[in-house]
């Protein structure tokens, strides 16, 4: 079986007078949050093999505190993720199938839209994520990314 993970960003500053979405930090709250989520990983023994992240600041520092946590692992910074679509996910995804457990950091509505679609296969169905939130899903090793393809078999958050 394939495990995926899908952390939400901690909570963030709100942007400063012409600060790029993009640019916004954590705050302490949200480090506490993403301090949290890397403990819950850690205890549950759910160390990715790879992490895929948005480059966004509020992410990359949500995946440092993470990551304190469970240990340092093959890492990327994925542009498609910042704002990004489920379908546009999905694919991001396949192009890692090889991987056996792999760590998204990322943003809603996307994340919350891919948990219901490869869960229940309506993007729809959703019940959300709150910042700093863990889903992970189970699917066989070979299966691409689809609709109802995955199992939900953890759900956390702070």
Same mark, same amino acid.
């Given at each position: 079986?394939?495990?995926?993970?899908?952390?939400?960003?901690?909570?963030?500053?709100?942007?400063?007078?012409?600060?790029?979405?993009?640019?916004?930090?954590?705050s302490?709250?949200?480090?506490?949050?993403?301090?949290?989520?890397?403990?819950?990983?850690?205890?549950?023994?759910l160390?990715?093999?790879?992490?895929?992240?948005?480059?966004?600041?509020?992410?990359?520092? +949500? *995946?440092? !505190?993470? &990551?304190?946590?469970?240990?340092? =692992? @093959?890492?990327? %910074?994925?542009?498609?993720?910042?704002?990004?679509?489920?379908? +546009? *996910?999905? !694919?991001? &995804?396949?192009?890692?199938?090889? =991987? @056996?457990?792999? %760590?998204?950091?990322?943003?809603?509505?996307?994340?919350?839209?891919?948990?219901?679609?490869m869960?229940?296969?309506?993007?729809?169905?959703?019940?959300?994520?709150?910042?700093?939130?863990?889903?992970v899903?189970?699917?066989?090793?070979?299966?691409?990314?689809?609709?109802?393809i995955?199992?939900?078999?953890a759900?956390?958050?702070?």
């Open positions: 079986m394939r495990e995926l993970i899908l952390l939400r960003h901690a909570h963030a500053e709100p942007a400063a007078d012409g600060q790029a979405d993009i640019d916004r930090p954590l302490p709250h949200g480090l506490a949050e993403a301090e949290a989520a890397g403990r819950w990983l850690q205890e549950h023994k160390v990715p093999d790879r992490v895929l992240c948005s480059p966004a600041r509020r992410s990359r520092e +949500t *995946l440092e !505190a993470v &990551l304190e946590r469970t240990g340092y =692992v @093959e890492q990327r %910074l994925e542009e498609r993720i910042y704002d990004a679509a489920p379908g +546009t *996910l999905a !694919a991001l &995804l396949d192009e890692h199938s090889e =991987v @056996e457990r792999v %760590l998204v950091v990322g943003h809603n509505p996307g994340l919350e839209q891919l948990v219901a679609l869960h229940s296969g309506q993007t729809g169905d959703y019940r959300g994520m709150p910042p700093a939130s863990v889903a899903l189970s699917l066989p090793m070979e299966a691409a990314i689809e609709p109802g995955a199992k939900l078999t759900f956390w958050w702070p």
